[in-house]
């Protein structure tokens, strides 16, 4: 007989706000994903989606309640907790001449778990190119991150949290900066992540390139969670939708 | 260190003050160029300037007052931009024209109590009255500031890429970053009597501006900014003390001009016409 699947990411009455802020930016948030789910974040601008995820990543300070992930608290133990989070963020804005390769940036992945004062090794390179390789960038592995297209850039940064091994992933906006090609081919990709036992969350408005399986919705408002249901990838749109207009 | 190459004494200290000065330097002007911190290397380096000038006027030896003034004002930087909930920028200005203030206050006091040529290497620096230990510590922090460098190199990569992305990786950004600004507090106090606090900066960001005009990769850049300022500012107190000219500024505006060129010159800037 197996024992239930333990939660990879928990949290528990958890109250974050920035500072000078005048409520916490997310209230009361109770939240519990296994390893393996696929959940979209939805909800209005503002509604507290990104800073979820930054709660999550423990990047935020956290007023009241827990988190945790894969074991470790975010709050007290942010680093290792880290090391097991892949998280793809929404802006950034690289100069064309930024003096870092696609290569090198990739790499950077797994520097946290590579631990100071030590080299990348062969499998480290190993993993490197695997997620180069997965994400179609083998041509531009040299090439400056500056020079690349939008999407180009955001596919690096996908690939980076790819080579870190994760086992939560969390996306805001990947869709934002991609064709209709690429956004299938990242989708299917965020699938086989998925399946293969990475908890996968991202924040999206774009709702028209999510995979064929089931999917976990999330939609927010005000700092809180409205909805919390399992759904098909087509009837996510209308779940959010609904959900925002009658809160 | 230097005396079986260069038998002039004089000569000798200062090529090789300024042969560390400009190495320790140029490798934290690529972090400093490159990490958008430009006006904490500003800040520090006048506080630098301020300490010593402190110092002087109480009798007391200029390095280690500006190495004090400096290291504190590094590490209340942080603090004071979270306290004032302003742009860094604001509290780091703020900050500039205090230590501006109290440097000139202290420089106009001794001006009067005949400490003037104390002031005015305050000012401009002078590499020809330099003691063989201050050369040494130098030389000492030149080291320190390489192997950390080579220590903690995937961690400084990653943070001069991107603090935030670096953070989420799981690197303990916040100790390399302190690390960072205590190098750059302990090189700024202990150039100041080379090259001046009026002076200094231009050691902390010209050598890596002018290998960014040449370089796409920042390894490439940690190579060719020592180089660069090493060549220019040997070269500046060679000619200086040759032609009895003031060193510091001399260097400093062969370094400005090298920078012009740089720029005119760089690849980075060429534009690709393919017609077909």
């Known amino acids: 007989m197996t024992g239930e699947t333990k939660n990879v990411i928990l949290l528990n009455q958890v109250y974050t706000t920035y500072e000078g802020a005048d409520l916490p930016v997310i209230q009361d948030v109770s939240l519990q994903i296994k390893p393996g789910e696929f959940v979209v974040i939805g909800g209005p601008n503002g509604a507290g989606k990104t800073t979820l995820l930054e709660t999550i990543v423990g990047l935020l300070p956290v007023v009241n309640g827990s988190v945790q992930v894969c074991g470790h608290d975010v709050v007290r133990d942010g680093c290792a907790a880290r090391k097991k989070i892949g998280y793809v963020i929404q802006n950034y804005d690289f100069h064309p001449f930024t003096p870092f390769t696609v290569e090198e940036i990739v790499l950077m992945g797994r520097y946290g778990k590579i631990g100071w004062l030590k080299r990348h090794s062969e499998y480290d390179l190993d993993k490197v190119t695997t997620a180069i390789d997965n994400l179609g960038l083998t041509l531009m592995r040299h090439n400056q991150i500056g020079k690349l297209s939008g999407g180009q850039q955001q596919k690096v940064l996908i690939a980076q949290n790819l080579a870190k091994e994760p086992e939560v992933l969390l996306l805001d906006e990947p869709f934002s900066n991609l064709d209709m090609i690429t956004r299938e081919e990242v989708s299917n990709l965020l699938c086989e992540i998925a399946d293969a036992g990475i908890a996968v969350l991202i924040v999206s408005h774009a709702f028209d390139a999510l995979p064929n399986r089931t999917i976990r919705v999330l939609v927010m408002q005000n700092g809180k969670i409205i909805l919390n249901q399992q759904s098909d990838p087509s009837d996510v749109e209308s779940l959010v939708r609904t959900a925002s207009v009658a809160a | ?276």
């Open chain 2, 1 to 276: 260190m230097l005396e079986f190459l260069i038998p002039n004494n004089v000569l000798c200290h200062a090529v090789e003050a300024m042969l560390f000065a400009s190495l320790g330097c140029a490798l934290l002007s690529v972090l400093i160029t490159q990490m958008n911190i430009s006006s904490i290397g500003f800040t520090m380096s006048h506080a630098a300037f301020a300490g010593g000038a402190v110092g002087a006027f109480l009798g007391f030896a200029i390095i280690p007052s500006a190495i004090v003034i400096s290291i504190l004002t590094a590490f209340l930087m942080g603090p004071l931009s979270d306290r004032t909930r302003m742009h860094t920028d604001t509290t780091l200005g703020v900050l500039f024209g205090t230590m501006m203030a109290v440097a000139i206050f202290f420089i106009a006091l001794m001006q009067g109590t005949g400490k003037g040529f104390e002031a005015s290497s305050l000012l401009y620096g002078n590499v020809i009255s330099l003691y063989r230990e201050e050369i040494y510590a130098l030389a000492l922090i030149t080291i320190l500031i390489i192997v950390f460098l080579i220590a903690f190199y995937k961690e400084i990569t990653a943070i001069v890429f991107h603090k935030r992305i670096a953070e989420i990786t799981g690197i303990k950004v916040r100790p390399i970053y302190y690390g960072i600004l205590f190098l750059i507090s302990l090189m700024v106090a202990i150039s100041i009597p080379i090259v001046g606090g009026l002076l200094l900066y231009i050691w902390l960001v010209t050598p890596a501006a002018i290998a960014y005009q040449f370089c796409n990769t920042i390894k490439r850049m940690f190579i060719m900014a020592p180089l660069i300022a090493i060549i220019i500012s040997v070269t500046g107190a060679v000619c200086g003390i040759m032609y009895s000219l003031p060193v510091g500024p001399l260097t400093a505006v062969v370094f400005s001009a090298v920078f012009v060129g740089s720029v005119a010159i760089s690849p980075k800037r060429k534009v690709v016409f393919h017609k077909h």
